[in-house]
């Protein structure tokens, strides 16, 4: 008979399934036909092979990207740091998780911008698999091992797994595996008071990797204090993992000002306001309802098309008696809210609504908190299938040529509700015979021998 009181540990048969989910997402996102996935990428992709080269984040040092920059306007993917550094608008996140892929890159080296999106998608594979296997950790406090497993297998197989995150340095992709380990310490930390402080300390490193994480991870730290709340010493364990959160963001705040001469990351709302003008964010009577439902429910970009695990799984959170899920909840509403009030909520030319993938990942989650029924499980079940067809759908046939790309970007609002001719019946289209590129081809000497200083101040 299990001792009461005794702390729940994840059986070893569950701590394998995890280990396999791990592995199965690599070799999920590795199996995918290679294509490039826009600007939003590719200065991960750049910053990582001057990471790798010079220790360097200045993509001054990237030759056709130094003369692209010098022909207005702007590219939107970078902007002039104030130490005069050419840097990436989404931060060294991303260029941080792909720097290990191209550290076999020597000065001598010819590459084209192929092979960089290889590597490029090398690292994002290991930073999913790495997510898959937390998730289903987290899963294993609350649900069988076989269970934990086909859940997290369904995050990744989403439109928010190996068809998006995993094919390329998306600053989503460097935030998820810190967000999925803040999750995991979540739902652990009922009985193990030490994974609060560790909770908020990843909860912060997640912000830190993409700044708009900052509803969601608000509402699991928020989760992992509710346990704290009826113990004697409990605000004790609560302050110190405020203490250890605001202690990292200093931290990471002091190293970003020594490596780009910008404490905060503030290069994407720069980057925003340059491109889109003043109005960049707010929540408009006019707009802001159009976009909830465009997002929820509309053919081009609705949860309910492309993930309807994470629509039941905010209704069954709204329902549930867990204090946790509702802490949770609150930070997907508001992570929703804020996407709501971007004006570019369809999140450009992507598959899917890509800005709110994190959700995908955090619903399974809240499906393993909620009362078992008959009809709930029938309902699962059709939400866990549609999830993974249109998921896989997209890894082996998504192309923006085939319809995210026929149309200028101030088009979308309305043609994202068009049913016939909209982004899932382009799937089925055959793909043009010539190759996507988001960046000149090459073959290129990233690598090269020039000193930085030899590259000329940046333009004010």
């Known amino acids: 008979m299990e001792q009461a009181g005794a702390v729940?540990?994840?059986?070893?048969?569950?701590?394998?399934?995890?280990?396999?989910?791990?592995?199965?997402?690599?070799?999920?996102?590795l199996l995918a036909p290679l294509r490039p996935q826009g600007g939003d990428t590719l200065p991960g992709r750049l910053g990582a092979v001057t990471l790798a080269c010079r220790q360097s984040l200045d993509l001054r040092e990237v030759e056709w990207l130094r003369a692209r920059v010098a022909q207005p306007p702007m590219p939107y993917y970078v902007h002039w740091a104030p130490d005069g550094a050419l840097r990436s608008t989404f931060g060294p996140a991303p260029a941080l998780l792909g720097m290990p892929a191209m550290v076999s890159l020597t000065p001598t080296m010819i590459v084209g911008d192929r092979a960089l999106v290889r590597r490029a998608r090398y690292a994002s594979s290991g930073a999913l698999g790495v997510s898959a296997t937390l998730l289903c950790v987290a899963l294993l406090a609350a649900t069988a091992w076989r269970r934990a497993a086909l859940l997290a297998l369904v995050a990744a197989c989403s439109f928010a797994g190996a068809a998006t995150l995993g094919q390329g340095l998306w600053q989503q992709t460097a935030a998820l595996p810190f967000l999925l380990g803040a999750l995991a310490s979540v739902a652990w930390s009922q009985d193990r008071k030490v994974l609060t402080p560790l909770a908020a300390t990843l909860a912060t490193l997640a912000v830190w990797c993409r700044p708009p994480l900052l509803p969601l991870a608000g509402g699991l730290c928020l989760a992992a204090a509710m346990p704290r709340r009826r113990e004697p010493r409990g605000w004790a364990w609560v302050s110190g993992a405020i203490a250890l959160g605001l202690a990292t963001a200093a931290l990471l705040g002091w190293w970003k000002l020594r490596w780009t001469g910008e404490a905060l990351p503030l290069g994407q709302a720069a980057a925003n306001l340059r491109s889109l003008g003043g109005d960049v964010w707010g929540l408009h009577p006019w707009r802001s309802p159009g976009a909830l439902l465009g997002l929820l429910v509309s053919p081009g970009r609705g949860l309910l098309v492309y993930a309807p695990v994470a629509i039941l799984a905010m209704v069954l959170a709204a329902r549930s008696r867990d204090e946790r899920a509702r802490c949770v909840l609150v930070g997907i509403l508001g992570q929703v809210l804020l996407t709501v009030g971007f004006r570019l909520w369809w999140g450009g030319a992507t598959f899917g609504p890509r800005l709110l993938a994190e959700l995908v990942w955090v619903a399974p989650w809240l499906l393993a908190l909620a009362p078992e029924s008959p009809g709930i499980r029938r309902l699962e079940g059709l939400t866990l299938a549609v999830t993974v067809a249109v998921g896989l759908l997209g890894l082996w046939r998504f192309d923006p040529r085939s319809w995210e790309l026929q149309a200028p970007s101030s088009a979308y609002p309305a043609r994202l509700w068009q049913v016939t001719d909209s982004p899932l019946p382009a799937l089925f289209r055959p793909l043009p015979a010539e190759r996507?590129?988001?960046?000149?081809?090459?073959?290129?000497?990233?690598?090269?021998?020039?000193?930085?200083?030899?590259?000329?101040?940046a333009p004010r």
Do not use: I, S, W
């Open 8 to 29: 729940k540990a994840p059986p070893r048969e569950g701590l394998l399934a995890a280990l396999a989910v791990g592995a199965l997402t690599v070799a999920l996102c």
């Open 436 to 457: 996507l590129r988001d960046a000149p081809q090459g073959p290129f000497q990233y690598c090269g021998r020039a000193a930085l200083a030899d590259l000329g101040p």
